[in-house]
């Protein structure tokens, strides 16, 4: 089994990489395989909603001219996801948030590979970050990995971190939850549990078809609106 930590910080040793090391320690201790991946520093387009990747069922992005396609090459062989971020504006990184979009859009999601998001911050913002980040797990029928406390450690730089005993508490704890997860849905396919049958879709928009608008002649009653004026103190019509 085989879990890729994706760390989107434009810092590849930063305190994104220390969270996401301490997780990784964790599961190379319950022997699960790992691969931390840094997006790096090259410009990442944004998903362009153009569909050519579900209209061509590619299972890839149609621009291939950074890492996204080679880390969705490399979830093929991976059993989980570990997408890490610091905290920019109480929100994930601009980078990891274009590659994501592009990610999970072209393939549809990793669906029943557990998947879990953790983000670093120096003070605040980290909880709305982190919403965001498991919402790509949520809608893809990836299971949510659980910790001891929301998946967040806090500092300026990877020595801060090391002061955040919570935070690496909380990252190890993580890991050694990922770790049990695999080993049970490994178990459980060995004794013929299989993923549920998926449904199909269902897409339904929040447009309705509207009442016909009324005729011009229709004219609208201003009586309300001039008695609720006329009920503003008199000194402010005054001074206007």
């Known amino acids: 089994m085989k879990v890729l930590l994706l760390n989107g910080s434009p810092h590849p040793n930063g305190c994104t990489f220390r969270a996401l090391s301490e997780v990784e320690k964790t599961l190379q201790q319950e022997g699960i395989e790992t691969e931390i991946f840094h997006i790096g520093t090259e410009a990442i387009r944004g998903c362009m909603g153009c569909g050519m990747c579900r209209k061509n069922k590619l299972g890839r992005c149609i621009f291939g001219e950074?890492?996204?396609?080679?880390?969705?090459?490399?979830?093929?062989?991976?059993?989980?996801?570990?997408?890490?971020?610091?905290?920019?504006?109480?929100?994930?990184?601009?980078?990891?948030?274009?590659?994501?979009?592009?990610?999970?859009?072209?393939?549809?999601?990793?669906?029943?590979?557990?998947?879990?998001?953790?983000?670093?911050?120096?003070?605040?913002?980290?909880?709305?970050?982190?919403?965001?980040?498991?919402?790509?797990f949520m809608m893809n029928n990836m299971p949510l990995v659980p910790s001891a406390y929301w998946n967040m450690v806090h500092g300026n730089t990877p020595e801060e971190v090391e002061q955040d005993l919570e935070g690496l508490m909380v990252m190890r704890t993580l890991g050694r939850n990922i770790a049990w997860m695999l080993k049970s849905i490994d178990a459980g396919k060995a004794h013929g549990i299989l993923t549920p049958a998926a449904e199909p879709k269902t897409r339904t928009n929040f447009i309705r078809?509207?009442?016909?608008?009324?005729?011009?002649?229709?004219?609208?009653?201003?009586?309300?609106?001039?008695?609720?004026?006329?009920?503003?103190?008199?000194?402010y019509q005054e001074e206007d």
């Open 66 to 136: 950074d890492a996204v396609n080679v880390v969705i090459k490399k979830m093929e062989e991976c059993d989980g996801l570990i997408v890490g971020s610091p905290v920019h504006y109480a929100g994930a990184s601009g980078g990891i948030t274009s590659f994501l979009d592009r990610m999970f859009y072209s393939t549809g999601g990793f669906a029943y590979k557990p998947g879990a998001a953790i983000v670093s911050c120096r003070r605040a913002g980290s909880t709305a970050a982190l919403e965001q980040l498991n919402k790509y």
């Open 209 to 235: 078809e509207c009442a016909s608008v009324k005729e011009e002649a229709e004219e609208k009653n201003f009586a309300p609106y001039f008695i609720s004026y006329n009920k503003v103190n008199k000194a």
